[in-house]
């Protein structure tokens, strides 16, 4: 006997009302009722013969035999002693800082890349480490933020990621003009000061909370079906929602309802 089964790079995530389709080898994300998804894993096709057609139109399903094992991918979420010893981090730099205090804080680190907010990066402080220039656009925060009904292309490595840690705050520490260290560039709040006598195994310890605030921690986004394939922005939240776990106010998605509000 046939039946149809997603393929291997399929994840479905519930929301309350809805389900999330996540093809994380095409990167494409669908959305079906929770009704059409429990009416599939019962295999009553025949109620639904064209969320079927969809399926297959996209190359989501396959129609095989009633045997046919389809590996799943393995998304376990790491132990957190493990992760921490195996860290690398993203600094993010504005320029003005005091680089001799910078770089003796952190050059025991392994230094994923650098975003530099400035003009003038002396090139011989963290060698080998890559180099992102930018402009401070606190903006771009906002749109990229802001659930649209669009998501941009999903991969494996970015829903993973989103699990593990908050996709923005992540694995990241800001250093400010006015030296202090913070979660992101943007951000008001502060971690500490670069001038005082915290190390970098401190900072770490004292970042890691913002780092973990994953959208399983955020009111609304907890229940939503695209909590892992979401660009979370917790400063905007914080701002207007005055805790690390708000919601962000630009979304216009309401997962209990599966609508989208103006
Ligand atoms: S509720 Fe949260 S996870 Fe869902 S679309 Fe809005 S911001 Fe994204």
Known sequence: MSTYKFHQFIVLDRGPCNTAIIDLLKGDVFQATNQEIEKFEEKKYDEIPSFIDSLLEAGLVIEVDDNTWIPHLILKKKREDEKKSQLSIILEIEEGGNWEKIESLFSNLEIK????FGENYPGD?????PVQKQKKDFSKCISRSSRVGKFSRIDENFYQYSR????CWGR????TQDGKIRPCIYSEIELGAV?????SREIIDIAWKYWLITRD???????????YICPDCREIAFRSGGTLHSPNPYCRYD???GTYFD
């Open 125 to 129: 402080v963290f060698p080998g480490v």
């Open 195 to 199: 001038d005082t006598a915290l190390n």
């Open 164 to 167: 593990e840690y908050n996709n």
């Open 113 to 116: 890349e650098i975003s530099y």
């Open 255 to 257: 997962p209990y309802s």
């Open 217 to 227: 921690m955020v009111d609304k986004c907890k229940v939503c079906e695209f909590r």
């Open 172 to 175: 990241k520490i800001a250093l």
